[in-house]
């Protein structure tokens, strides 16, 4: 649980910092340069002989979704959305580690569904009369941003959770292996080479973000995941975003509608209510089937 809550004091600020400070630098290539700088840090730490192959591979295909996608598609969403209306979306992510992680375990739960459409009518009480096509091209992708982090959250957690290894730093390079190779092959047919200029303050950012969100972040978080139960991981999921909008709002953002936003964040939060108690509701009714 630690782990977690020091991983979402470093991340609270990254939204504000990638909004704010990196505009009009290619987003392919910052993704690339983000997941590619963080397999440096972690190549010291590897281990390449002896190493559980079949492991490594299922650590490199879900750092190739859980952040080479997903950055892929969480740093476009900022041309098209607001600094905070990210942060905010990215509240969706618990309803996909659930769902994801009880797929995973074949124990599939519909009423899930309802929580995650209160959600929705939430974000969209934020932008009601200002619902465009950017807005719904944005929202759409921190939606698939939010699906990739948490599918590779929950198979992370299923794949190490039976395995007993404890050494996790030893193949948590391949994670970033996984994601580097996807963000290549991005950046190769999907990057602007007009728009990978940065300057001295930008490469500062870039590193921040490379090593201590990405690389430190990373792995506390997922090494985290596999001391908490899938519930617990989901919460903590959304315990930055009220710290990332306070950020951005204090610091950058003074012409947000604030009557909208406290009013959609409060039936947003109250989804995370609903599905807590939908996800007891399926557990007492479980414990009772045994019983």
Same mark, same amino acid.
């Given at each position: 649980? =630690?782990?977690?809550?020091?991983?979402?004091?470093?991340?609270?600020?990254?939204?504000?910092?990638?909004?704010?400070?990196?505009?009009?630098?290619?987003? !392919?290539?910052?993704?690339?340069?983000?997941?590619?700088?963080?397999?440096?840090?972690?190549?010291?730490?590897?281990?390449?002989? @002896?190493?559980? #192959?079949?492991?490594?591979?299922?650590?490199?295909?879900? @750092?190739?979704? &859980?952040?080479? *996608?997903?950055?892929?598609?969480? /740093?476009?969403?900022?041309?098209?959305?607001? $600094?905070?209306?990210?942060?905010?979306?990215?509240?969706?992510?618990?309803? /996909?580690?659930?769902?994801? /992680?009880?797929?995973?375990?074949?124990?599939?739960?519909?009423?899930?569904?309802?929580?995650?459409?209160?959600?929705?009518?939430?974000?969209?009480?934020?932008?009601?009369?200002?619902?465009?096509?950017?807005?719904?091209?944005?929202?759409?992708?921190?939606?698939?941003?939010?699906?990739?982090?948490?599918?590779? &959250?929950?198979?992370?957690?299923?794949?190490?959770?039976?395995? @007993?290894?404890?050494? &996790?730093?030893?193949?948590?390079?391949?994670?970033?292996?996984?994601?580097?190779?996807?963000?290549? $092959?991005?950046?190769?047919?999907?990057?602007?080479?007009?728009?990978?200029? $940065?300057?001295?303050? &930008?490469?500062?950012?870039?590193?921040?973000?490379?090593?201590?969100?990405?690389?430190?972040?990373?792995?506390?978080? =997922?090494?985290?995941?596999?001391?908490?139960?899938?519930?617990?991981?989901? *919460?903590? =999921?959304?315990?930055?975003?009220?710290?990332? *909008?306070? !950020? =951005?709002? $204090?610091?950058?953002?003074?012409?947000?509608?604030?009557?909208? #936003?406290?009013?959609?964040?409060?039936?947003?939060?109250?989804?995370?209510?609903?599905?807590?108690?939908? *996800?007891?509701?399926?557990?007492?009714?479980?414990?009772?089937?045994?019983?």
């Amino acid at each position: 649980m =630690n782990k977690l809550i020091i991983v979402t004091l470093i991340w609270a600020f990254s939204f504000s910092l990638i909004g704010e400070f990196l505009k009009g630098v290619d987003s !392919v290539f910052l993704a690339f340069l983000r997941v590619f700088l963080a397999l440096i840090c972690f190549l010291p730490f590897m281990k390449f002989r @002896g190493v559980n #192959l079949a492991l490594a591979l299922k650590i490199s295909l879900i @750092g190739a979704v &859980q952040i080479g *996608i997903m950055y892929i598609f969480y /740093y476009k969403s900022f041309a098209y959305l607001k $600094v905070y209306e990210v942060a905010l979306f990215t509240i969706f992510t618990p309803f /996909y580690v659930t769902l994801i /992680y009880d797929a995973l375990k074949l124990n599939f739960r519909p009423l899930y569904i309802l929580s995650v459409a209160v959600a929705v009518f939430g974000a969209f009480i934020i932008k009601f009369k200002g619902i465009n096509s950017d807005f719904l091209i944005g929202f759409l992708y921190i939606q698939i941003a939010n699906f990739c982090f948490g599918l590779g &959250q929950s198979a992370y957690k299923f794949a190490l959770e039976n395995q @007993g290894f404890r050494e &996790q730093k030893e193949l948590f390079g391949y994670f970033f292996v996984g994601a580097s190779v996807v963000t290549a $092959v991005a950046l190769i047919f999907l990057g602007n080479p007009q728009n990978f200029s $940065v300057t001295p303050f &930008q490469i500062g950012v870039i590193l921040w973000l490379s090593v201590v969100a990405s690389a430190v972040g990373y792995f506390l978080w =997922n090494k985290g995941a596999c001391e908490v139960d899938s519930g617990v991981l989901a *919460i903590m =999921n959304n315990a930055l975003i009220p710290a990332a *909008i306070i !950020v =951005n709002l $204090v610091f950058w953002s003074h012409n947000a509608d604030l009557i909208r #936003l406290i009013i959609g964040s409060v039936v947003i939060f109250a989804s995370l209510i609903l599905h807590k108690k939908i *996800i007891n509701f399926y557990a007492k009714k479980s414990h009772k089937s045994l019983g």
